[in-house]
């Protein structure tokens, strides 16, 4: 089994920043692509950003230029940098691991996630 613990989430103000961290632990034999969704109030859970075994990285649209996805694969970390934030920022954000055991089985783990508030 993986498990993934999140942090970093919180209230801020419109324009300011947080950086959300979620740090894979147990069984982990090779992790694949990682990455952030977000579920606001009312609304489907949407892709924020991901990040590939070799650094490639996606965003959504809505938040180019303002969030960045990193990871340590040595600490099987990934990260999500989110300056300017606004309102519309605010959810529930999940990270998410692709997980490849030995036999080649791959499968998806999810945090529990964090919120995130955006208001003055």
């Known amino acids: 089994q993986v498990q993934l613990v999140e942090s970093g989430g919180g209230l801020v103000q419109p324009g300011g920043s947080l950086r959300l961290s979620c740090a894979a632990s147990g069984s982990i034999f090779s992790i694949l692509v990682m990455g952030w969704y977000r579920q606001a109030p009312g609304k489907q859970r949407e892709l924020v950003a991901t990040?590939?075994?070799?650094?490639?990285?996606n965003n959504v649209d809505s938040v180019k230029g303002r969030f960045t996805i990193s990871r340590d694969n040595s600490q099987n970390t990934v990260y999500l940098q989110m300056n300017s934030l606004r309102p519309e920022d605010t959810a529930v954000y999940f990270c998410t691991i692709d997980h490849r055991r030995q036999s080649g089985y791959t499968s998806r783990y999810w945090g529990q996630g964090t919120q995130v508030t955006v208001s003055s």
């Open positions: 990040i590939t075994t070799g650094g490639s990285t």
